[in-house]
């Protein structure tokens, strides 16, 4: 049986101030479970003994173990305690033969609403142009931070070595690989080193490269979510990996390991808030997912798309924290500030990086220079930081009108999702979704249906509206609310 907590408040050489009680806490836990001086099994103290023993409040120790249970790194038992969560032992890596990588087919994305087709097949007529846009994916670009931006850019230029024009690192400018390692460990929880992040042009290209890479180590499928972008998997399909989609229930994704996942080198999950259908994966799922790749050696690649948008309680952590070498962890500034910037990231497993590496020096597909030494501007003087509160701050007043309207319009209409994210899912009654989206055409308002984000090989269940409520400016915001509760049956 693992130690109980005895000696070890001599170990956690906390040294926390101020607002970053909470947090320095959190960090410090997930650190001494990382390297071992917390042993799976090992009983946590419980919040009142360890808040006296750290001179804090007992809410304080106890919210930290709320977040890193839901996060997976601890278990909470009734008559149990408070415990580190046990892990699968990780498989010894096999000596294999690396098949030539597969040229990458081409994928076209056509953004636009999908057309919606009447019973008999027959394509409707659509009216003009919507005049309200409620599609999900997108952040308000009006609010996008130019003052603060170009302030930041000059900084950058003014200070950019001669050297950051040419060709440079493939894995990006170290610059930006460096404040980003510190930037995501705070924020997300990830474990980060400049030298396992990767800059790529979008979450798109970041996925591509790792697809090309899991195909040419011989991974044949990749299990994907049964809700989802579908430009996703067609991407995996296109590097010639399979795409099992994964059954879900009530509690969201279900892994286990004798469905998709058995035969699966690789799982594309957006654990933290799952899109389109909102939520969290459950802290037992998020572990189990993990102890797969653990026990498996296969890979779960974590799209953290809005990770920084969460509203009535803290962000869940990243997914990656749990184990930096199974879990590559995709993220992208495309919500935060703007998709028209390119810029996302990748944070590697070691063994993945030189691979990835090689994929992305053969594709002349990259983010400028000049954009990465600006947000690496951005972030370093924490302008990054205050435009995500204050877009937090509008985006949950928008969610909570959204949810208001709703409530007196349609009361019997369920709204879900709506913890974190810029979109939010409105059930409809069974086999209503075509009729309202047509309404919703004729009422100028362009919004997705559940069923657009279905895998095919999925059964229709589900009838609902994806409400991407950050999407319009301030100035069309209530317009597309009206023209939204006027489709609603």
């Known amino acids: 049986m693992a130690d109980e907590w005895a000696t070890f408040g001599a170990d956690l050489h906390l040294e926390?101030?101020?607002?970053?009680?909470?947090?320095?806490?959190?960090?410090?836990?997930?650190?001494?479970?990382?390297?071992?001086?917390?042993?799976?099994g090992t009983r946590l103290p419980s919040s009142r003994s360890l808040a006296a023993d750290l001179g804090m409040a007992r809410n304080t120790v106890a919210d930290a173990y709320a977040e890193l249970v839901a996060e997976g790194w601890l278990t909470a038992r009734q008559g149990s305690g408070t415990r580190v969560a046990?892990?699968?032992?990780?498989?010894?890596?096999?000596a294999r033969r690396p098949e030539p990588p597969r040229a990458l087919r081409r994928v076209e994305h056509r953004p636009g609403?999908?057309?919606?087709?009447?019973?008999?097949?027959?394509?409707?007529?659509?009216?003009?142009?919507?005049?309200?846009?409620?599609?999900?994916?997108?952040?308000?670009?009006?609010?996008?931070?130019?003052?603060?931006?170009?302030?930041?850019?000059?900084?950058?230029?003014?200070?950019?070595?001669?050297?950051?024009?040419?060709?440079?690192?493939?894995?990006?400018?170290?610059?930006?690989?460096?404040?980003?390692?510190?930037?995501l460990a705070r924020a997300r929880g990830v474990y980060a080193r400049p030298e396992r992040i990767v800059v790529c042009a979008g979450f798109v290209h970041g996925l591509?490269?790792?697809?090309?890479?899991?195909?040419?180590?011989?991974?044949?499928?990749?299990?994907v979510e049964s809700y989802g972008l579908g430009l996703h998997a067609d991407l995996l399909t296109g590097a010639g990996l399979g795409t099992p989609a994964l059954p879900f229930d009530e509690r969201g994704t279900l892994v286990g390991?004798?469905?998709?996942?058995?035969?699966?080198?690789a799982v594309l999950m957006t654990a933290a808030h799952q899109f389109p259908l909102g939520g969290a994966l459950p802290p037992d799922r998020r572990a189990a997912v993990v102890d797969w790749a653990r026990a498996s050696g296969g890979f779960v690649l974590e799209d953290d798309y809005d990770g920084e948008f969460r509203y009535d309680r803290q962000p869940v952590g990243a997914l990656q924290g749990l184990d930096p070498e199974r879990v590559v962890y995709l993220g992208?500034?495309?919500?935060?500030?703007?998709?028209?910037?390119?810029?996302?990231?990748?944070?590697?497993?070691e063994s993945l990086v030189g691979e990835v590496v090689a994929a992305k020096g053969a594709v002349d597909w990259v983010s400028g220079a000049p954009d990465q030494l600006a947000f690496a501007e951005f972030l370093a003087s924490g302008a990054y930081d205050r435009h995500v509160r204050a877009m937090r701050l509008r985006y949950r007043r928008?969610?909570?009108?959204?949810?208001?309207?709703?409530?007196?319009?349609?009361?019997?209409t369920r709204v879900s999702g709506i913890a974190a994210g810029l979109h939010a899912v409105l059930a409809l009654p069974p086999g209503t979704e075509q009729d309202v989206l047509r309404a919703a055409?004729?009422?100028?308002?362009?919004?997705?249906?559940?069923?657009?984000?279905?895998?095919?090989?999925?059964?229709?269940?589900?009838?609902?509206?994806?409400?991407?409520y950050g999407t319009p400016p301030d100035s069309g915001w209530q317009g597309a609310l009206q023209a939204l509760l006027r489709t609603l049956p």
């Open 398 to 412: 928008r969610r909570d009108q959204l949810v208001a309207a709703v409530a007196a319009r349609a009361p019997e």
């Open 113 to 183: 609403p999908v057309p919606v087709g009447s019973a008999s097949g027959r394509a409707l007529p659509r009216p003009s142009a919507p005049a309200h846009n409620l599609r999900a994916g997108t952040p308000d670009l009006a609010s996008f931070p130019r003052a603060e931006w170009l302030k930041a850019y000059r900084r950058a230029l003014t200070a950019a070595p001669n050297e950051a024009f040419g060709y440079g690192d493939p894995r990006g400018r170290i610059e930006l690989r460096t404040v980003l390692a510190e930037y």
């Open 332 to 349: 992208t500034a495309s919500k935060s500030l703007a998709p028209g910037l390119r810029l996302a990231w990748m944070v590697l497993p």
């Open 441 to 468: 055409a004729w009422n100028g308002l362009a919004v997705q249906g559940v069923n657009q984000f279905r895998r095919p090989t999925v059964p229709a269940t589900l009838d609902g509206l994806v409400v991407g």
């Open 208 to 223: 591509m490269l790792v697809g090309q890479v899991l195909r040419s180590r011989g991974v044949r499928d990749v299990a």
């Open 257 to 265: 390991e004798s469905g998709p996942l058995a035969s699966a080198g």
């Open 16 to 40: 926390l101030r101020g607002p970053r009680l909470r947090a320095g806490l959190m960090d410090a836990l997930r650190e001494a479970v990382r390297s071992g001086r917390l042993a799976a």
């Open 86 to 94: 046990r892990r699968a032992e990780p498989r010894r890596p096999e």
